[in-house]
């Protein structure tokens, strides 16, 4: 089965400051990795995803998220925040096995203060 | 945008009364899922589709059930509502593997008093 810890619910930064997500998965085999955000009464929507080619993938609005095997880890940067970069950020886990199914993260909301 | 959209987008409704909600997708795509999102859970896969006629559950399944009958249209029934049923419910759909990208519906917002 696989997991995925988002650390922090919670996270607010200043316009212009540097933006970090925390996402740590657990997977008993190889992994495929996706970011997606959900802006106030929307759905979600894919920011990248990590599919094994390149471990840094680089995403929308300027989102680049950063495959690390052996710390389990798949962060989320921005070098700017963007007052419309607030929203909630979801990580998720899928794998070939298990159907293909994804597990999501609680999620963190990103606030950006003027 | 991918097609898919979901109906209704509100409803409100009494415990006990049975309510379906729709999802419709024009992608052929072959996965379908039906997600709830509540406050400090994110997104738990209730039940899923891999074909026409073709499901199975996911992690919180009690209370629903979905049927399939056509490629496009995946419903939702909750045969007798209860109020912790009252949630945002997301439909998504997604190609032949298993890093292909989820794309979702804009979500029905479920009130069951």
């Known amino acids: 089965a696989q997991s995925v810890t988002q650390l922090g619910s919670h996270v607010s930064v200043s316009e212009g400051a540097l933006v970090l997500l925390r996402c740590n998965y657990s997977?008993?085999?190889?992994?495929?990795l996706f970011w997606y955000v959900q802006y106030p009464n929307q759905g979600l929507q894919l920011l990248l995803k990590y599919t094994s080619a390149a471990t840094l993938v680089k995403g929308i609005n300027g989102f680049e998220a950063e495959f690390k095997k052996s710390e389990t880890s798949f962060h989320l940067t921005k070098p700017s925040a963007h007052m419309s970069d607030a929203a909630e950020y979801f990580c998720?886990?899928?794998?070939?096995?298990?159907?293909?199914?994804?597990?999501f993260g609680d999620g963190t909301t990103l606030t950006v203060k003027p | 945008d991918a097609g898919i959209t979901q109906s209704p987008r509100h409803k409100v409704t009494e415990t006990g009364t049975p309510v379906t909600l729709r999802c419709h997708q024009t992608e052929n795509h072959r996965y379908m899922y039906w997600y709830r999102q509540d406050p400090g859970h994110g997104l738990r896969l209730i039940h899923y589709s891999y074909g026409v006629k073709d499901t199975d559950k996911g992690e919180v399944s009690d209370g629903y059930s979905v049927s399939r009958s056509k490629t496009e249209d995946f419903l939702l029934t909750l045969e007798s509502a209860t109020s912790s049923q009252t949630s945002v419910y997301f439909c998504?759909?997604?190609?032949?593997?298993?890093?292909?990208?989820?794309?979702f519906g804009p979500g029905t917002r479920l009130t069951v008093l």
């Open positions: 998720a886990v899928t794998v070939n096995t298990n159907a293909g199914k994804s597990t």
């Open positions: 997977s008993s085999v190889p992994p495929y």
């Open positions: 998504a759909i997604r190609g032949q593997g298993a890093a292909d990208t989820q794309y």
